[in-house]
C-alpha cells in the first residue's frame, strides 16, 4: 500500500464499524444519512468530555492523520493529549478498533501507555512526540494545529540536554506489515489537486485561521474546555504506538 492510498482509506474512513447493524435505523434518522456513524462518534466524543461537535470532528481529523504517521514512521510516535482521547474512544469499541485495524489500515496499531511515571520513559515519549510533530510538517507541509496538538515545543531543549530519543521499531524500515513508505511526502501526491478537494494539505479544514484555533471553531474555550488548546503534555508525555 503506498502513501497516498494509505491516506485515502484513512481519509475515507467513517467508523461505521462503531455502529452495530441494529442501530443503523436510529442513527440515520437521528444524524442524517451522510455520515451518520462520524457523526455519531464525533457527538459521543463532544457528549463525554465538552467539546462542541465541529471540535470532535476536527479532533477526528487530526486523529486519522496521527494513525497515519505511525504507520509510516521508522519510530513509535506519541499523541497530543486531544488526540489521544479520541484513541481511546475508539478503541473502546473494542470489535470495531479491531475490524478498523485490519480491514483499514491492515496490520494492528496498538497503544503503549506509561504504567509507572519514570523520568527515561517520559522523556522517550517526550522524544517520540516532537519527532511526531516534525513528521506531521513533513507529511502534510503544514503546522498541527495548536488547538488539536498544543505546545508543539513544549519541552525540546530538555529533550536535547537529557539525549532522549524515540523507540525504533522493531521491523526494518517499516511498519509491522512490513511494507516500506517511499521518503516521498504525502502532500506531494496531492499537489495536482484542487486545495478545496484535500483541505488536509492547505490548512484549511476548518475555522478561519486555517484550522489552527487562533479563531473560528476550534480553538475558543467552550470548544475545547479544559482538555483544549493550550495543554502542552498530555499524552505526549505518557503513551506511543504504532506497529512494532
Not at 470532528?57 to 479520541?86: C, H, M, W
Not at 496538538?149 to 521499531?169: A, H, I, L, R
Not at 489537486?193 to 480553538?219: H, K, L, N
Amino acid at each position: 500500500m503506498h502513501k497516498k492510498e494509505l491516506w485515502l482509506k484513512l481519509r475515507n474512513y467513517s467508523f461505521d464499524h462503531v455502529v452495530s447493524p441494529g442501530l443503523w435505523d436510529k442513527i440515520s434518522a437521528r444524524f442524517g444519512h451522510t455520515d451518520p456513524s462520524l457523526m455519531a462518534f464525533a457527538h459521543k466524543l463532544g457528549k463525554k468530555h465538552g467539546w462542541a461537535t465541529p471540535f470532535s470532528l476536527r479532533a477526528i481529523n487530526e486523529y486519522k492523520k496521527f494513525i497515519f504517521l505511525g504507520l509510516v514512521s521508522d519510530f513509535q510516535v506519541t499523541p497530543s493529549k486531544i488526540i489521544d482521547v479520541v484513541w481511546h474512544e475508539h478503541i473502546l469499541f473494542s470489535k470495531a478498533y479491531r475490524e478498523f485495524c485490519e480491514q483499514v489500515i491492515g496490520q494492528p496499531f496498538d497503544h503503549y501507555p506509561e504504567l509507572v511515571p519514570m523520568e527515561d520513559q517520559t522523556g522517550r515519549f517526550s522524544a517520540q512526540y516532537l519527532d511526531t510533530i516534525e513528521l506531521y510538517k513533513k507529511e502534510f507541509d503544514l503546522e498541527p494545529p495548536v488547538a488539536i496538538w498544543g505546545d508543539t515545543k513544549f519541552d525540546q531543549e530538555q529533550v536535547k540536554k537529557n539525549g532522549y530519543q524515540s523507540k525504533k521499531k522493531n521491523s526494518n524500515d517499516g511498519g509491522s506489515d512490513g511494507i516500506i513508505y517511499s521518503n516521498e511526502p504525502l502532500y506531494t501526491h496531492f499537489e495536482s489537486e484542487p486545495a478545496t478537494a484535500f483541505p488536509e494539505f492547505s490548512g484549511y479544514e476548518g475555522g478561519d485561521a486555517g484550522g489552527a484555533g487562533a479563531s473560528g471553531d476550534w480553538g475558543d474555550s467552550s470548544d475545547s474546555g479544559s482538555d483544549g488548546g493550550g495543554d502542552s503534555g498530555g499524552c505526549s508525555g505518557g503513551c506511543g504506538g504504532g506497529g512494532d
